[in-house]
């Protein structure tokens, strides 16, 4: 197996570029087109097709994963119903996941290509840190071939359970890297207050970026985003926030929309949409017409919001499906939000890509000389193909060194 990250990539287009071109790869990082490589290196011809940096899955939750094999099922298939189940298991104190099956994910992502993991993992004083600590381990014994984020989260509240904001210290302090939230999950506004200047003071204290879940609902009356915003202009933390879901935006009037917009623009937040997960949650106690329950992603992209999008769950009670593939997501946020203009397939490889490494704070990233060797080259000629073939992925690089290979299927007919 190749292990000194030198590699040498021919006739590939790059995404977002024209042309063709090699990509010089010395030790797990570009280089320019004039340094010598060395001698034996090895080479794979991409044949022109389609290379892209490594994806990245931005939002997911790990710690569930595949525990729809073995816990009740989600009969109204409902947000709602889905807690409720979280709720009654977690009281249980059984786990939801095994290291194998975290495991599992996140080897099916790298074989998507993805080879960033920003996770979010369950904290409150019924699980305490066991899953975290699961999920840690797992982190740890994949940090050659996929980077793993951890963010923790508070799924049950924090005014709420008491306790919760010191295991959520403990985690920080023992290898999470992210602070979570969900203050739209307290049981009233003055405490979702309370909840985001908490995780405020926690992340200031230990410098850390936030990313919280903000208002998954269909109600116009879910206004967690601007408290959001607000806390982080008031700490000066822009640039530094991440907004997830923020559906309850595409059920706002128009003006209040814009003014959150503008706010969410003046913070330098990016937001995350998990189109799979929302629109099979979202729109359940409506009448018809359904709502979608998406955010406003056209919106806040002409605005200069840097958006991303995510897998969410992984055959669990909140989502009985995924595969944690990337394009499998972009597919479904093009149906979902109305993405299919000519430019939308780049603009949905790009969320796949350079957004979400923006959002998660990835640096050297992409294909300029001293990133980090971290690509995909796709069974695919154009970012059109990719988004509606959903092609094998047939390398995978990390760090310069082949990590995934998949053989190209071949299909025969036989007809007259």
């Known amino acids: 197996m190749q292990q000194d990250g030198n590699l040498l990539i021919q006739n590939a ?3 977002g570029e024209s042309g063709i071109t090699d990509l010089n790869i010395i030790a797990g990082k570009y280089s320019g087109s004039s340094v010598e490589h060395p001698r ?3 080479t794979i011809d991409a044949n022109g097709r389609l290379c892209v940096p490594g994806f990245i899955e931005p939002h997911v939750h790990l710690d569930k994963s595949f525990s729809i094999d073995y816990l009740s099922q989600n009969e109204t ?3 709602e119903e889905a807690v409720g189940l979280l709720t009654s298991t977690q009281k249980t104190r059984e786990p939801m996941s095994s290291e194998m099956t975290i495991e599992k994910a996140a080897l099916m992502a790298l074989s998507s290509g993805v080879t960033q993991i920003r996770s979010h993992v369950d904290i409150d004083p019924n699980v305490g840190l066991s899953a975290f600590e699961r999920l840690l381990k797992i982190k740890k014994k994949l940090e050659s071939v996929i980077d793993i984020q951890i963010v923790a989260f508070p799924q049950q509240g924090l005014i709420k359970k008491n306790g919760t904001k010191k295991l959520l210290t403990e985690a920080l302090e023992a290898g999470a890297d992210v602070v979570g939230g969900i203050p739209g999950f307290e049981t009233n506004i003055t405490d979702s207050r309370k909840h985001v200047e908490a995780m405020f003071e926690i992340a200031i204290s230990l410098n850390r970026d936030i990313d919280m879940h903000i208002d998954e609902s269909d109600s116009a009356s879910s206004k967690t985003l601007e408290l959001l915003c607000d806390a982080t202009l008031q700490n000066n933390y822009q640039g530094r926030v991440t907004a997830s ?3 309850a935006l595409s059920a706002y009037d128009d003006r209040y929309a814009g003014k959150i917009i503008d706010m969410v623009v003046a913070a330098e937040i990016g937001v995350i949409v998990n189109p799979a997960t929302n629109l099979m949650l979202q729109g359940r106690s409506s009448t018809y017409p359904k709502v979608r329950g998406l955010t406003r ?7 200069g919001v840097i958006v ?3 897998q969410d769950n992984i055959q669990d009670m909140f989502y009985p499906f995924g595969q944690m593939d990337p394009l499998e997501i972009a597919f479904l946020l093009a149906h979902g939000a109305h993405m299919n203009k000519p ?9 796949a890509t350079f957004n979400g490494a923006k959002i998660i ?3 050297n990233y992409g294909f300029n000389e001293g990133d980090n060797a971290d690509l995909v080259i796709l069974n695919a000629f154009s970012a059109h193909e990719a988004v509606c073939a959903r092609p094998d992925r047939a390398y995978v690089v990390k760090s310069g060194r082949v990590v995934v290979e998949t053989e190209r299927r071949n299909v025969k007919y036989n007809y007259v």
Do not use: R, W, Y
């Open 13 to 15: 287009q790059l995404l």
């Open 40 to 42: 034996n290196i090895q």
């Open 77 to 79: 298939g409902s947000l």
């Open 245 to 247: 879901h923020a559906c």
């Open 297 to 303: 992603v056209d919106e806040l992209t002409e605005k």
């Open 308 to 310: 991303a999008f995510g």
């Open 343 to 351: 430019a939308d397939p780049d603009l949905l490889l790009k969320m």
């Open 361 to 363: 704070g990835t640096a």
